[in-house]
């Protein structure tokens, strides 16, 4: 097992991350001013910042403006608008992408969302918008998800962009080469709940936990779990809801579906961690 990365973090600025917005700006004000973090306090967010909710445009429009401030890491939805654009896919029904698609900065606004990380570690610490396959450390899961931003970050992302759909190969190996190891990759990161004890990703389940198939279990469940050493943050799992671990944090409470939005104050002392949320009133 390769060591995971180090950091130098002070702790007592602790980032502030929070859970799927999905264009719910109004909730997202609420809770910055419920949370009042200080002007230094790095603010995290877990992917799916914008669609489905009623304010997509606005919300991205206020992750950009943070600037540096902000560390994001990319969704399934937040892919989903990059298909978009590109002319990839159609819009789905309930999607909320046409302020957007229509917006005269359009071409800045996607770029800037292609070229957001897929994971990203600090602090002992690893951010990932669904979840990590079990053969995978820290270490690892950053260098697979570097491979996949390089990808998408070229003149040619549209061509690897329209690849990375499908559902195999559904499993690691080290052996994967090409677009197989950039699907496991994006597969892993960005739609995972289930999975095998040896690592084989389902996708049609989106329930709790209790709707896993025989043979499956929530990801984080796998026995033998390389990333058990850092800190998971993940959201994308409405279904789950806040899940607070010490070595596990879910933070996809569902404002998008009427429930609540929530934020973490990332200390590196799992008991020192605050959770803060306010109520949603859209449902979708």
Known sequence: MTDAPTSSID?????????DLQGCCVPFH????????????????????????????????????????????LGN???????????LRKPKKGDTLDDILAALDRDDLIDW?????????????????????????ATMTLELAHELERALRTPDWKETLAQLYGNEPHRWNDSLKGMDRLRVTYN????????????AMEFANNGGPDAAPPGYLPWF??????????????????????MIRDDVL????????GNKLSAVRLT?????????????????
């Open 11 to 19: 702790t007592s600025t602790a980032p502030l991350v929070f859970g």
């Open 30 to 73: 609420r809770l910055l001013e419920k949370t009042a973090p200080s002007p230094e306090t790095p603010l995290w967010f877990a992917g799916d910042l914008i669609n489905r909710g009623p304010k997509s445009l606005e919300t991205l429009r206020e992750i950009i403006a943070l600037g540096s401030r902000a560390t994001v890491v």
């Open 77 to 87: 939805h937040d892919l989903n608008l990059l298909s978009v654009a590109a002319g």
């Open 113 to 137: 969302v292609r070229r957001k990380p897929l994971a990203h570690f600090e602090n002992n610490a690893l951010m990932v918008h669904a979840g990590v396959l079990p053969q995978w450390d």
């Open 188 to 199: 892993a990161l960005t739609r995972i709940r289930f999975c095998t004890p040896e690592g």
């Open 221 to 242: 469940d796998a026995p033998g779990r390389r990333t058990k050493d850092v800190t998971v943050v993940f959201g994308h799992w409405a279904a789950l809801g806040l």
């Open 250 to 257: 879910c933070l996809d409470s569902g404002c998008v579906w």
């Open 268 to 284: 590196a002392d799992p008991k020192q961690r605050v959770i803060t949320q306010v109520n949603c009133a859209m449902k979708k």
